[in-house]
């Protein structure tokens, strides 16, 4: 698949360096042409003779090395690599990318370069959240550097958190995706939702629950890369808002059913990953409700307006996405839930499991479509779930459109 593709992988000094092997394995395996350049410090963990061995081609280390016939080794490299891929990169390496320091071959490497640079962060927890490392991976996302979420699991010294090394299948995969970029979207419209809503008790307080719209936000960013026109109708969140997405804000369920109407005519395909509050508060007061010296309050609730439902009862031939976040007999439920609402794909997660709940940046879900196909997807990083949600949406609108 990547035969004639030239990438350059770089390994920083992190405890993940041993993982590149295998990423090195999965890009040769996919027929990639793949040169090796180390941190003096990568070499502390794993000696250059194995990637020597797995690439078939000297590794680079030194800025100083022996040039390569007709020029410099950072500048040749530069010249032939189609594809840099930093993985893993460690938040020294990112804060020199970040402020565009050339003081090795690894960091000269990849000011020089004008193809693609891809990197996949691995480090302690507290070093990923600190806010100069989350500066510099923000500072390097808005020069359209490509970055890898890390995912939770085991780290070394024996803890457990944010920072372990995307898995190698999505490190590969994405490496894939920009060497050869998927346009099987090209010339769809999409409506995707996300986040939650919020319904007014009075001025001061609401009703809301936990969504982030991570997932959404992730399923709107892929399917722009896939060549779709992407509409994000979007309850309110911390997210940065994706370049090329038309994103419409909302808060409450009915103003999420209103933009969703006005844009769903142009729509080839809805996905409602949007947490729509199912109740609000049937008299929302016009001033602050004060605590009154009581011991407690009756709140009365009425429903709000079935947007998914209503999609789905007028859908044409569009195809319609549902999820379903359930804490019990999540099959049961889903595809309750997919016939009910006639949908053709629902895609449910178990938010009691470890990583695939709410605000999240994993997911793990189970699709279930109209056909009775059961599509389980593990826990994954929310861009690499997106992915396989997209490929089912690409199959969908393929199978309509020959059916037409």
């Known amino acids: 698949m990547l035969k004639g593709k030239a990438v350059v992988l770089g390994v920083t000094g992190g405890i993940a360096a041993y993982k590149a092997a295998e990423i090195l394995r999965g890009l040769k395996k996919n027929g990639a042409d793949v040169a090796v350049v180390m941190t003096a410090n990568a070499g502390r963990f794993v000696a250059p003779l194995t990637f020597e061995a797995l690439s078939g081609r000297p590794v680079s280390v030194d800025l100083f090395d022996p040039p390569a016939p007709g020029g410099m080794e950072h500048l040749t490299l530069a010249k032939w690599a189609d594809l840099v891929l930093i993985a893993p990169a460690t938040a020294n390496t990112i804060a020199k990318l970040a402020a565009g320091l050339a003081d090795d071959l690894m960091s000269t490497l990849a000011l020089a ?3 693609p640079l891809l990197i996949a962060p691995a480090m302690n927890t507290r070093m990923i959240r600190h806010p100069a490392t989350e500066a510099n991976l923000a500072a390097l996302a808005g020069r359209g550097v490509h970055i890898i979420k890390p995912e939770t699991g085991a780290l070394a010294e024996e803890e457990e958190g944010y920072g372990r090394l995307a898995s190698t299948e999505s490190i590969v995969r994405r490496a894939s995706e920009l060497l050869l970029p998927r346009h099987d979207l090209a010339g769809r419209r999409l409506l995707v939702t996300a ?10 307080r609401y009703i809301s629950n936990r969504s982030s719209g991570k997932m959404g936000f ?3 960013v892929r399917a722009l890369s896939r060549g779709a026109a992407v509409t994000l109708v979007h309850g309110p969140v911390s997210l940065e808002i994706p370049a090329g997405v038309h994103a419409v804000a909302v808060l409450s369920a009915g103003e999420m059913q209103a933009a969703v109407k006005e844009h769903l005519e142009a729509s080839d395909a809805v996905i409602m990953t949007a947490a729509v509050a199912d109740f609000r508060p049937a008299d929302p007061r016009p001033g602050k409700i004060k605590k009154g010296g009581t011991d407690g309050m009756v709140l009365e609730m009425e429903a709000t307006p079935d947007i998914l439902g209503g999609i789905g009862r007028n859908k044409g031939r569009r195809i319609v996405v549902g999820f379903a976040a359930e804490t019990s ?5 889903a595809r309750k839930k997919l016939a009910e609402k006639n949908l053709d794909l629902i895609v449910a997660n178990d938010v009691t499991v470890p990583g695939a709940g709410f605000e999240s940046d994993t997911n793990q879900v189970e699709m279930f479509t109209r056909t009775g196909r059961r599509i389980p997807v593990p826990l994954l990083p929310k861009e690499e779930v997106a992915e396989r949600i997209l490929d089912q949406v690409a199959s ?9």
């Not at 986040?195 to 001061?204: I, M, N, Q, Y």
């Open 113 to 115: 370069t004008t193809a």
């Open 218 to 220: 992730a399923i709107a």
């Open 329 to 333: 007999d999540l099959e049961k439920n």
């Open 195 to 204: 986040g939650p809503t919020r319904e007014a008790l009075d001025p001061v």
């Open 396 to 404: 969908l609108l393929e199978q309509a459109e020959e059916g037409a």
